[in-house]
């Protein structure tokens, strides 16, 4: 079954105590990408990956890491969390390039990351 | 760099009427333009897309409408559903902001309201 999955779904950290959110997809995607939910603000694009070892800042990529050793694998790295970062964090993927979509089959979501930094 | 505007961010029908989302982009540049519907803790979900090259694409009830020159895309939803209730957001890909294909830019989201 093809997928994108997230872990962990849910995290309650303190600030200032590093952890990374992981992300994996089975399809053989050469797109991936984070982005973060938060009420009012809508759907922002942290970071983003064409493949494997390259990477690129989306709009809201302050505080955050990624990395992108192998093609199906792409985790989010907090270094030092804020409150400011407690949000609903999404992986996705797609094959490229994106305007080339052939359809509502082409780009997956994961279940998300509901990450609360007190 | 791009922004794209999302129009209205509430809307609420009655089943069996038709729904409207309007979203505007700033760069004409960007050629790929998404739809997603997002149900009440889930994940978002493509659901139509269009590309720059095509004025108006459908898929049984929804269709997605282009205008470039005005720089603008709708969603059309006829003979609405109450499971059609949902937020949904609308996004533009820009080849040239950040030097690349990949930044997708969203709207802000609309959520739509179907009674039945």
């Known amino acids: 079954e093809a997928q994108v999955t997230q872990n962990p779904r849910y995290l309650i950290t303190v600030t200032g105590k590093k952890l990374t959110v992981t992300c994996s997809q089975n399809?053989?995607?050469?797109?991936m990408s984070w982005y973060r939910q938060d009420p009012g603000l809508g759907l922002r694009q942290i970071y983003y990956?064409?493949?494997?070892?390259?990477?690129d800042k989306g709009d809201v990529p302050e505080g955050y890491k990624v990395s992108r050793k192998e093609k199906r694998n792409f985790p989010l790295i907090l270094e030092s969390p804020s409150p400011n970062q407690t949000s609903l964090y999404f992986c996705a993927s797609s094959f490229l390039p994106l305007s080339s979509s052939g359809g509502t089959d082409t780009q997956y979501f994961g279940p998300g990351t509901r990450l609360t930094v007190l | 760099g791009e922004n794209v505007e999302q129009h209205p961010s509430t809307l609420s029908v009655q089943e069996g009427d038709s729904a409207v989302i309007k979203c505007t982009y700033s760069?004409?540049?960007?050629?790929?333009f998404p739809w997603y519907k997002q149900e009440l803790g889930k994940r978002p979900q493509l659901i139509i897309d269009i590309r720059s090259n095509v004025g108006e694409k459908k898929d049984q009830r929804i269709a997605v409408t282009l205008n470039k020159t005005a720089k603008h895309f709708s969603l059309h939803i006829t003979e609405t559903q109450p499971e059609d209730s949902a937020v949904y957001f609308c996004?533009?890909?820009?080849?040239?902001?950040?030097?690349?294909?990949?930044?997708?830019?969203f709207g802000k989201g609309t959520k739509l309201s179907v009674k039945p």
């Open positions: 996004a533009a890909v820009n080849p040239n902001y950040g030097g690349s294909q990949g930044n997708l830019i």
């Open positions: 990956s064409m493949n494997v070892e390259v990477t």
């Open positions: 760069d004409s540049a960007s050629n790929y």
């Open positions: 399809m053989n995607h050469e797109y």
